[in-house]
Structure formats: structure tokens, C-alpha cells
């Protein structure tokens, strides 16, 4: 019964989203209208289910369920007394129905194919390609269905506050908290994310580029398949010397060619669907990027908008709600309406949309860089984004700075060459046949590529990538544009235009066929796993574990929080893994009853976890034979390999002594 609320949920997010949509943007109508409707209603209605919970925490013992059903009942009461807007027409012709199905269906199939839930076997199914990242998202997303984590502490290094955009895992969490499956909660915003992004890069494209419905469906289709060179590393590793191998090494391909930065290759893993199917938030957060774009190039390039503050108001809106969503999105968004605010006239509603948008943003900035001692900011300049890593040696000059200079130079054209194709050039070329007005959308756009490769915003300035996709996202209209231009050049044109269309796209089609045969991981749910299933049902929700390093550990799955999670996670968002993991060692090698509650007591660890690994394979060299003869373990799994252990601190360290 609760997945009706949860079913409700959904489909009054849209139905809220397309009333505010037809209210504020009246213009937005076919496709972009049904797109805008499902991104802003779901935004603006997980944003207030967030904030019931918050306030519902105070007084209830389920503020999750509680806060939900009272969402719920708001978002319908709102769309049944504002239904008179729903007369208003959609602008939609069959051909528009059948390509959202369409895409729909293939974002679907994309979604449901890497993450997958059994709930006759009780196992969570994810593919190889993106199972180390669910380590950190399912704890994440579980601490909110299986737990009321609305202390909003990081799942993975308990007593500190989560330093992640973490409301799209909120979201899901929520959902399977009220009943909907796991797979189901994650993989239907996930896959009617990624359907509006494509929608919303067709249209923006289209409407910055004099309505050319080819430049629409060209932009879509470079989002699709990426132009880097990882082609030639496909001929350099598989060498098919007929067209027939090389259909049949391209079929079965089993990995990536080019998976820089972890292969060590020049060539980054991030212009695959990979990061799509991974980072099921950056859709979203692209999508709102797009629309917001989209309502300012209606209004200031192509002058089909009477700007009103509640339009500028609602659009300051959503750019603030994007922070919990996806933080680095709503960096290059924020950038973008200042520069618009900077550059265009209509700057008094223009400054409206600035101004919402910022004091909404500051609460939510200032909670997720809260001082702590045990997180280090990583905010800095540092030029360079993942050039540094592959620059070529130069001595040619006397002087070392200038070889210096010489060696920057070389090396970011050609780790830039190599990760765009000849798309960094036709993106330069595109600038010198647009419009003054375009140019200035041309540069504003680049703005993005000039952050991402002058500061780190995080420990791992891998995490920058985002800014560049979202950045190719936006340029590839200006290539789309190009070849539209070569296109109307007669036959020879068209000709010209497709064969330089395939060589922008052919590396994209060879980086999809690894997600096709991507092999599956398959992990054993709560009820099927023992000390999952005990934790579930014999521990409180605020308890906090002691745990050894494992990737994906039990007691995440059950919604617990624990001291250190696998120590990536946690050292990506800026905590200190290193005074953790010393601390672990202490507790774990200590053969000292009184130094040992010394420590679970300074730490407030309610229980801790014991296994028997192989030797070499665990960092913590754990004494058994202590934890054996001084204390009685709680939990024991006598089947597991590992032999699974749980002893509680108030057993082990009773508070008379």
C-alpha cells in the first residue's frame, strides 16, 4: 500500500512541475514543456519533501514516512486547485509521443540493464562497471530508507555532516523507504533524468541556433557518442586487419580502450555513458543547467520572451535548489545568469534571479563546508585539471621557464586533442562563423572549461570532469552548427558534413558496446545476508559500527553509519581517513581492555565489527585472540568465510567501570 503513495509521489511531482511550467513559462510547449515539467516538479517537490522530514524529525518517530505523505497530499491538493492549467494546450503531435517513448524506452533498458534488484532472491544486481561507486551510494541511500538519518551524517564517517550532494540519494531512499523496490527508486528518476536531458539538448540547441531542427538532432547525437580518439587505441589494441574482425572486436568488446585516469591512458573514462549510468544525479543537474539556458536564450538572443520577475524569480529558484542536487552544476549555472545579469539588458529581473538564487544556495553551501577538525577543504587554485599527469618534457630553450612554459602549452593541446578529437577544433572554427551576440553565448560557455582547469574543488581534481561535460554539452551545438553550415554547401556539403559526423562519433559508438557486455556483480540483500539482516533488526538507527575496509560492507546495506567506509569515498569528500584509520588499528590490534573502551567511548562507536581475512588482504591486523577470550561477540556468522563478528561496547565496556 505504501508504493501507491510512493506511485502518487511521482506523478503529482510532474503534475506540480507542468502547472508551474505552463504558469511561469508559457512558451516552453510540445516536448520542452512535458521535459521542464518533470525537472522542475521533481526539484521543487523533493526539495519540500526534505524539509517536512527536517521538521517532522522533531516529533515523530518516522519523519520520512510522515513528511512523504504530507508532501504527497500537498503536491495533489496544489494540482487538483490549480488544474485550470492543465486546459492549456501541450503543443504535442504523435511524433513527439513517439520519441519520448523511444527515448524513454532506450534510457530505460540503459538504467535497468546496470542496476538491478531480485526480490525473489533478495540480491541487488549491478554491473562491473559502476559496482564500486554503489559501495557509497547504496549506505548513503539506505541510511535514509532503513535509517531516519536526518542528522544528515556522512553513513561512511559517522559524527560528521554528509559533504555531498547527497538529495538525489535522499530521494531514492525515500522512495524505497515507502515501498517502491530499490531498483525501481533509483532507475525510473535515473532513466526520466536522462530522457529530459536528451530532450532539453535538442531544444536548446535548437532555439540558440535559429530553430534548425538538424541542429538539434545533430547536438543530441555528439552527446551521445563522444569524439575522442579512444578509436585509435581501439585499432592499436585489437589490430582487426578486415572489416569483419573488426565488427566482431567492436561486438565483443569487454572493456573501455581508454579508461584515464585509473589505466594511466591520456584518454579520461568521462565522455562514456559511464559517468550517466554512475552519477545518476548529473543528468538532473545537467538537465536543469539546460533549461534554465534555454528560457534566457528565448529571451536575450532570440527576444521571444517578455521577461517577468516571477519568470527570473522561479528560475533563481530551481539554480538554488540545484545545490544538494548537484553541486557543481549549480557552480556553472550560477555563473552563467551572472554573466547573463553582466551582459544583456534587462538586468533589474535579471539581478532578481541572482539574488534568489544565492540566498537560497548560502545555507545549503554553508552546511556542506562546515568547519570541522576532521575535514581538510580542498578549494585551491590549481591549474592544470589532469594535463599535469601527462606532460611532455621540453628542452629546447635555455631557459627553464620558458621550456616550462613550451611543455604547458604542448601538453594541454594534446591532452585536450586527445580527449575531444577534431571536436576541439571544430568547436574554434564554429566561433568565426556565428554572430556577435552567439559569440558572447560562445565565451560565456567557456567560462565553465576555464573553472574546471584553473581550480580543485575537491581532494580528487578528477571530480572536475563534470565541469567539462557539461562544458562539451554546450559546445557541441556550436560544431552542430558547423556542420549545418557545410550541410547547405550543395551535395559536396552533405557529403563532407556526414563523413565529419562520423569521424565525431565513431569513438562513441565503440564506447558503448563495453556497457553491452558488461559483466554483473551480484551482493545479497538484508534478508539474505546474516549480519545485514541482524544489524536490521537488533540495533538502533542512530547506532554507529566500527568496521573493516570492505568496499561494499553489510552493515551499509542495513542503513547503519560507520566510523570508515572504504576510504576512497570518504577521503574524496574531504574527511581526515587517516586519523580513522589510525584509530581503527588502535582498537583492533590493542590488547588492552582498559585502553580499548578508552577508545570506543572517545569515539562513540556503539558496536564493532570483527572478520577473518587472508593474510595481506585486509589493512587491519585484527588481535582475535583477545576480542575472543576478553569479550562475548553479540553476532557470529559460523557459515561466512569470513566469520563475521559483532561485539557491543556497552557489553564490552559496562558504564559502572
Not at 525501481?184 to 536531458?197: D, E, V
Not at 528560457?295 to 519568470?311: L, P, R, S, V
Not at 544565492?358 to 577538525?373: G, V
Amino acid at each position: 500500500m505504501e508504493s501507491v503513495v510512493a506511485v502518487i509521489f511521482l506523478i503529482t511531482s510532474y503534475l506540480s512541475g507542468y502547472v508551474l511550467t505552463v504558469r511561469f513559462l508559457p512558451t516552453f510547449s510540445g516536448l520542452l514543456r512535458i521535459a521542464s515539467a518533470y525537472i522542475i516538479g521533481i526539484l521543487i517537490s523533493v526539495w519540500l519533501l526534505f524539509i517536512l522530514s527536517l521538521i517532522f524529525s522533531r516529533f515523530v518517530e518516522q519523519p520520512i514516512t510522515v513528511g512523504f505523505t504530507v508532501t504527497t497530499a500537498v503536491l495533489l491538493a496544489f494540482t487538483i486547485h490549480q488544474r485550470v492549467f492543465f486546459k492549456a494546450p501541450p503543443g504535442l503531435r504523435p511524433i513527439h509521443v513517439f520519441f519520448f517513448i523511444i527515448v524513454f524506452l532506450f534510457s530505460w533498458i540503459l538504467f535497468s540493464s546496470t542496476f538491478e534488484y531480485d526480490e525473489k532472491l533478495n540480491e541487488i544486481k549491478i554491473g562491473f562497471l559502476i559496482w564500486s561507486d554503489y559501495g557509497l551510494h547504496i549506505p548513503l541511500i539506505r541510511s535514509f530508507s532503513l535509517g531516519n538519518n536526518l542528522s544528515l551524517e556522512c553513513p561512511l564517517y559517522a559524527h560528521e555532516a554528509i559533504r555531498y550532494h547527497f538529495l538525489f540519494d535522499f530521494m531514492i531512499g525515500a522512495l524505497e523507504k515507502m515501498g517502491l523496490p530499490l531498483d525501481y527508486a533509483l532507475n525510473i528518476p535515473g532513466a526520466l533524468s536522462w530522457t529530459c536531458l536528451l530532450i532539453l539538448i535538442y531544444y536548446f540547441s535548437k532555439k540558440l541556433f535559429f530553430g534548425s531542427r538538424y541542429v538539434g538532432f545533430v547536438s543530441a547525437t555528439l552527446f551521445l557518442f563522444n569524439s575522442s580518439l579512444s578509436w585509435v587505441e581501439f585499432l592499436k589494441k585489437y589490430h582487426p586487419n578486415s572489416f569483419d574482425s573488426f565488427i566482431k572486436s567492436w561486438w565483443n568488446l569487454p572493456g573501455y580502450v581508454a579508461f584515464g585516469p585509473w589505466d594511466g591512458n591520456i584518454i579520461s573514462a568521462f565522455w562514456t555513458w559511464n559517468i550517466y549510468i554512475n552519477q545518476r544525479n548529473l543528468s538532473l543537474g545537467f538537465a536543469v543547467v539546460l533549461l534554465v539556458l534555454i528560457y534566457y536564450i528565448d529571451a536575450h538572443i532570440n527576444k521571444k520572451i517578455k521577461t517577468t520577475y516571477g519568470q527570473k524569480a522561479l528560475l533563481g529558484l530551481i539554480t538554488g535548489l540545484l545545490v544538494l542536487w548537484h553541486g557543481m552544476a549549480f557552480i556553472s549555472l550560477f555563473g552563467l545568469i551572472g554573466l547573463f545579469f553582466l551582459l544583456f539588458p534587462d538586468r533589474k529581473k535579471s539581478l532578481l534571479a541572482v539574488l534568489v538564487a544565492l540566498t537560497i544556495a548560502i545555507p545549503q553551501i554553508l552546511f556542506l563546508n562546515q568547519s570541522s577538525p576532521n575535514v581538510q577543504s580542498h578549494f585551491s587554485f590549481m591549474p592544470g585539471y589532469l594535463v599535469i599527469s601527462h606532460l611532455i618534457p621540453v628542452d629546447y630553450f635555455s631557459s627553464h621557464s620558458l621550456n616550462h612554459t613550451v611543455s604547458w602549452i604542448l601538453s594541454f593541446f594534446r591532452y585536450w586533442f586527445f580527449n575531444l578529437g577534431i571536436s576541439l577544433i571544430s568547436i574554434v572554427i564554429s566561433f568565426f562563423i556565428i554572430d556577435i551576440q552567439r559569440k558572447k553565448i560562445f565565451l560565456m560557455f567557456l567560462s565553465i572549461f576555464v573553472i574546471g582547469s584553473l581550480f580543485r574543488f575537491s581532494a580528487d581534481m578528477q571530480n572536475n570532469h563534470k565541469f567539462f561535460c557539461l562544458w562539451l554539452i554546450l559546445s557541441n551545438t556550436f560544431t552542430a552548427y558547423l556542420l549545418y553550415r557545410i550541410f547547405l554547401l550543395g551535395w559536396i556539403g552533405k557529403i563532407v558534413s556526414i563523413i565529419i559526423l562520423v569521424c565525431l562519433t565513431i569513438s562513441g559508438f565503440i564506447d558503448i558496446m563495453p556497457i553491452k557486455n558488461d559483466r554483473i556483480m551480484t551482493y545479497a540483500d538484508v534478508q539474505k545476508q546474516p549480519l545485514a539482516k541482524w544489524v536490521l533488526e537488533n540495533t538502533d538507527t542512530a547506532d554507529v559500527f566500527l568496521t573493516t575496509h570492505r568496499i561494499h560492507n553489510p552493515i551499509g546495506y542495513a542503513g547503519r553509519k560507520t566510523m570508515q567506509g572504504w576510504p576512497s569515498f570518504a577521503w574524496s569528500w574531504g574527511y581526515d581517513i587517516e586519523n580513522r584509520v589510525r584509530m581503527a588499528k588502535e582498537i583492533y590490534e590493542t590488547n588492552s581492555k582498559e585502553e580499548l573502551c578508552k577508545l570506543l567511548k572517545e569515539n562513540r562507536i556503539d558496536f564493532v565489527q570483527t572478520e577473518k581475512t587472508p593474510e595481506g588482504e585486509s589493512q587491519f591486523k585484527i588481535n582475535h585472540e583477545f576480542f575472543d577470550y576478553a569479550f562475548k561477540p553479540v553476532f557470529i556468522d559460523k557459515k561466512s568465510s569470513l566469520k563475521e563478528r559483532v561485539f557491543a561496547t556497552k557489553d564490552m565496556c559496562p558504564q559502572d567501570e
